[in-house]
């Protein structure tokens, strides 16, 4: 079982305000991600990391920001909250090489629910 | 045409079926291939890996795989009430790749 947390579970705000999203893991995975999933579409990813102070853009386009000061810890931040932005948030975190393959075996967190008004 | 297509249901079946959702791709590159599991209001848990073409059976899970078709499949033996919920299928290139391309996920509702 993976050991992933992200908070807040869910988080209803208004427009224009500031959000960190938290995600952590406690498995000592060097690489992590930040997918948005809204309703019957696919999962997008919008931010990863290869390990401490590497972070990138994913496929989609996102105005959050992301940061990676420590392994275990991968907060995504917006700066101004819209309405465009309500979606879950999903966070995810893998080992290179688990399960004997060299693409990475993805484990996520239970999500964030974000609806901004 | 997106990378990887599946039907995202509902799918309804009664408890003890056996279950198939299938995944088909169009990237000759991907090698790598996963199902995951997602209940509602809950992040996906990993449920099956595969490599390349074959078969691999996990308990009542069984993953197929047939690169030449650009198809996989997910079977459930016996379902149960406990295995609803939205099945993803997943895949990756590998070396050097750090995206996994997700379908749509199919929505499973096993009835007693």
């Known amino acids: 079982e993976a050991d992933i947390y992200q908070t807040p579970r869910y988080l209803v705000i208004g427009t224009g305000k500031k959000i960190t999203l938290e995600c952590s893991q406690t498995?000592?995975?060097?690489?992590m991600y930040w997918y948005q999933q809204d309703p019957g579409m696919e999962l997008h990813l919008i931010h990863y990391?290869?390990?401490?102070?590497?972070?990138e853009k994913g496929d989609l386009s996102s105005e959050s920001t992301v940061s990676r000061i420590r392994t275990e810890h991968f907060p995504l931040t917006l700066e101004s909250a819209r309405p465009s932005h309500t979606s879950q948030y999903l966070c995810?975190?893998?080992?290179?090489?688990?399960?004997?393959?060299?693409?990475?075996?993805?484990?996520f967190g239970p999500g964030t629910r974000l609806t901004v008004l | 045409q997106k990378e990887v297509e599946q039907d995202p249901g509902p799918l309804s079946v009664p408890e003890g079926a056996i279950v198939s959702l299938n995944c088909t791709y169009s990237?000759?590159?991907?090698?790598?291939f996963m199902w995951y599991r997602q209940y509602s209001r809950k992040g996906p848990e990993l449920l099956m890996y595969?490599?390349?073409?074959g078969n691999k059976e996990d308990g009542r899970f069984t993953a197929q795989v047939d690169k030449s078709s650009k198809y996989i499949s997910l079977f459930i033996r016996d379902s149960q009430p406990s295995d609803s919920a939205t099945y993803l299928c997943?895949?990756?290139?590998?070396?050097?790749?750090?995206?996994?391309?997700f379908g749509k996920g199919t929505s499973l509702l096993v009835t007693p």
């Open positions: 995810a975190s893998s080992e290179t090489g688990l399960a004997g393959g060299p693409t990475d075996t993805q484990y």
């Open positions: 498995m000592g995975h060097d690489k």
């Open positions: 990391s290869y390990g401490v102070n590497s972070t």
């Open positions: 990237n000759s590159a991907f090698q790598y």
């Open positions: 595969t490599y390349s073409s």
């Open positions: 997943a895949m990756g290139e590998g070396i050097g790749g750090y995206a996994l391309n």
